[in-house]
Every structure is written in structure tokens, then in C-alpha cells.
């Protein structure tokens, strides 16, 4: 069974078929915030930090870093600044991190300070990312997300997206990269624009995991990109991608509805044993006057959620280890 070991300095989570859902937050991101970039370039990490905990809070399993504040020379400033909000947000949670960046200067200052085995966001399959990325995550042993795109673009053709991420595992194992680290996103489209992109991505996941054995991700909100009350599609598509071999996404774990869908899902996957995670959770749970559902958490990072049957605290520090 393929199995994608994460971990911040104290806790050890699976990715897997037969683990829970790995929910990567995306809030730590300044792309198309501009409130939160100018914060950052001015050196406030109010928000990042409300957003850190706010995101463990609510059930994140891992949380992705994001400094991605300007366009301009990003070599020059991208990098100490990864840097200090990596080191901000690991002392603020106990979850594994992301480390999000198309800068490969910044990816390698971030892993030099990173705690446990953090995720590296991302490779594609161009050549000069693959010739970039893939020696650094050799030398801090660390899994990498593999999106399926190349020096064409994105292709529409899913056969192709199947193709690029089926050409970077190899690469990787050229590398001495195992399959099992390398957990590829097949590239979510919006159904608002592609009409048979949901159909195009449960046929994917379906090839990557009996094929390549590979665990997946994604962007989860692009596939509502466009269209009205976004939240509602969000969580339609949760348990479908789980059914379809889907092991985490980045998406935003302060939305319930979408969580909702995520703890369900494990339940009905087998994933949440004996619903213990779900029980946990909506014991509370009441409904409101006009017959609206409320059903707010009442465990932080339970077992079975940021971990699952898969998460164990260790003491001790692991070998350390942009999206299109």
C-alpha cells in the first residue's frame, strides 16, 4: 500500500488509500490577497498567524506556506521571507507544512530551517523544474508534489496530464525518488468552463492509482471557479475525488461544509474507525431556528483528522525533507 510520510517536528502523518483524508490548508497564501502580501512585505504576520491557527482549528491535517508576494525578482526577496513565515507558522502548530514556492532558492532556504519531513510544493514536468527540484528533494529525503503540466501547458487532453505525471515519477525514481513520495496533483479544471472535467479527473485518479500507485492532490476550488455558491459544488466533489483514489487536497478547512464532506467521506471510506473522528466532532451538533444545520468542532486536531489512524506524535528531529 502506498504510503506518503509527512511530519512537522512531533507529529507523524499517512497519506494513503487507506488513511483519512489529508486536508492541506491554503490560507497561508498572498496570491490574489493583496491585503495579506502588502502585510508580509511590510513584515506583519498577524494574519498568517490567525490563519495558522484558525486552519488547526478547524481540522487541517498539514498547512501549506506560501510567500509568494510579488512577481518582480522573486529570486531576491522570495526566499528569507519563506523562511521567516515557515518559521512563524511551525512554532505557532503541531501539523506537518507544505512548503509552496516556484522558486527553488526559496524551497531549498526553506528546508534547510524545516522541522520533520515537510512537503515540497512543487515540481512540474518541465526540464528545468525537474533538474531544479528533484536533487533537493533527494538531499533532504522529502516527498514532492508532482503537477501534471509541462513546457506545452496544460493540457485539456487528460491522456496527456496522465502522461507528464507518469514521465516526472519516472524522473524521480531516477533520482532515487520512490513512487511513494510523490503524491501528483492531475490538474483540477473548472466544470463551469470544461463540462466533463469531473468525469476527465475520476478517470485520472482511477490510472494514477492502479497504474502509477501514487498518492494524489489538488487545487479543490478550481473545479467551482466561476460559478455561484462555490462552497456547494466544493463539497459535492469532496467525496466523489475520495471515491475516485483522491489522498488530500489543498483547500480551505474554515469552510464547514466542505469539512463536513471531508469527515463523512472517511466515515462511509472506512477511514474514521468506529466514526470515533466524526462522533468527536458533531456530538454537539443541533439544529438552528429555521431548520439551518450548525454543527461547529469540538476536538482540535483529533486523532483520525490532523493524523488520523495514520498520525503519531515522535519526539526528535526526522530527515528534513507552486502550484500551476
Known sequence: MTRTIVASATRE?????????????????????????????????????????????????MLDVNAGVTAVDPNATEPALLVQTLEIVQNL?????????????????ALKVAKGRPLVNSVTGEEEKLEAILPLVKKYNVPVVAISNDETGISMDPDVRFAVAKKIVERCADHGI????????????PIGALGDAGRQ?????????????????????????????????????????IGAGMTSAIMNPVRPQEMEAVRGANVLNGTDENCTNWIRTYKDYKPAEGGQAVAAPTAVNAPGESGGNGGRRRGGREARMARA
Open 13 to 61: 502523518i499517512v497519506i494513503g488509500f487507506d488513511q483519512p483524508f489529508c486536508v492541506i490548508g491554503e490560507r497561508i497564501n498572498p496570491t490574489g490577497r493583496k491585503k495579506l502580501a502588502a502585510e508580509m512585505v511590510a513584515g506583519n504576520f498577524e494574519t498568517v498567524i490567525k490563519d495558522a491557527l484558525e486552519q488547526a482549528a478547524c481540522g487541517a491535517t
Open 93 to 109: 502548530v503541531d501539523l506537518p507544512l507544505s512548503i509552496d514556492s516556484s522558486v527553488s532558492a526559496a524551497i531549498e532556504a
Open 178 to 189: 520512490p513512487a511513494h513520495d510523490v503524491v501528483v496533483d492531475p490538474l483540477v479544471m
Open 201 to 241: 479527473v475520476f478517470a485520472l485518479l482511477r490510472r494514477l492509482r492502479e497504474e502509477l500507485k501514487v498518492n494524489t492532490t489538488c487545487g479543490l476550488s478550481n473545479i467551482s471557479f466561476g460559478l455561484p455558491h462555490r462552497h456547494g459544488i466544493n463539497a459535492a466533489f469532496i467525496p466523489m475525488v
